[in-house]
């Protein structure tokens, strides 16, 4: 079964906690033995959305 990948730049995703407007995305660095990491948290109800796993650099989600 395929899925397809459709993009909507005019669509904004709901948080799934609290489901409202994701309109800002807010973000903490967090820095540690493992390296930086950032959290990416909704700026309605401070849910962690998602964590960056990459080393250093702060590219996408
Ligand atoms: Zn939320």
Do not use: Q
């Given at each position: 079964m395929k899925i397809n990948l459709v993009e909507r730049d005019e669509e904004i995703p709901l948080c799934p906690?609290?489901?409202?407007?994701?309109d800002n995305i807010w973000f903490r660095e967090l820095k540690g033995d493992m390296g930086k990491r950032i959290v990416y948290f909704c700026s309605?109800?401070?849910?962690?959305?998602s964590i960056s796993h990459r080393k250093g650099l702060t590219m996408g989600l």
């Amino acid at each position: 079964m395929k899925i397809n990948l459709v993009e909507r730049d005019e669509e904004i995703p709901l948080c799934p906690h609290c489901k409202k407007r994701l309109d800002n995305i807010w973000f903490r660095e967090l820095k540690g033995d493992m390296g930086k990491r950032i959290v990416y948290f909704c700026s309605s109800c401070r849910a962690v959305l998602s964590i960056s796993h990459r080393k250093g650099l702060t590219m996408g989600l």
